[in-house]
């Protein structure tokens, strides 16, 4: 039997909690999404497809919940993100926080955030990704890097401050939605520019 999500959307509702899985989000902006698609990537052979453990893109959250059990915090309606769970999981011996983004429901972006490794773990974790979908270049451990499969489906690697491993859906209206996102961004700021403006106008 699914698990019905929104019944534990409220449980988990307390305002520190709230602010700390706000500001774990990453990306904080879709944008990085375009710069993952405009960027050079490595073929994955063509009878390998990039997958976030049992997932299909475009799963309902009931089937996520079913398959990864239930989120330890549910964020509604951020960005282009309608819906995001988290968890916390222990992968070997790395502590990883986990998020699951939904566009409407179908479910788009996966990302581990791994934190306080070494530079050597995180080559270590690099080097079995990268042996797992059949990409052998020492080369690409020293750099961040991105991975895409037949389906244009990209596994994108993000090392700075924070260790994040990231799981993109490449179906196009994944990319129609963060070209939206954008426009809709840049209307609001230049709208919000000339209130201000205004504003300032009408007092001097």
């Keep these: 039997m699914a698990v019905k999500y929104k019944q534990y959307v409220s449980s988990y509702n307390s305002v520190n909690r709230r602010e700390y899985y706000q500001k774990s989000i990453f990306p904080e902006s879709p944008s990085l999404f375009s710069d993952m698609w405009n960027s050079e990537k490595n073929k994955i052979p063509d009878d390998l497809s990039i997958v976030f453990r049992d997932l299909i893109f475009g799963s309902i959250p009931e089937t996520v919940a ?8 549910v964020i509604e309606n951020h960005g282009l993100s309608s819906l ?3 968890y916390k999981e222990r992968v070997n011996n790395h502590q990883v926080l986990v998020q699951v983004h939904f566009l409407g429901k179908e479910f788009f972006y996966a990302g581990y955030t791994f934190r306080d490794e070494s530079n050597a773990e995180r080559k270590a974790i ?5 042996e797992k979908y059949s990409v052998i270049n020492s080369a690409l451990l020293e750099r961040q890097d991105h991975l895409e499969d037949r389906d244009k489906n990209i596994i994108s690697i993000r090392d700075s401050v924070n260790f994040n491993i990231i799981y993109l859906w490449g179906d196009d209206k994944i990319k ?3 070209s939206q996102n954008a426009y809709s961004l840049r209307f609001d700021k230049e709208r919000e520019k000339r209130r201000k403006y205004d504003d300032l106008r009408s007092k001097l």
């Design 176 to 178: 129609n939605a963060v």
């Design 84 to 86: 995001i769970f988290f």
């Design 126 to 130: 690099k080097k079995v990704l990268f």
């Design 66 to 73: 079913d398959i990864l059990g239930k989120p330890r915090f």
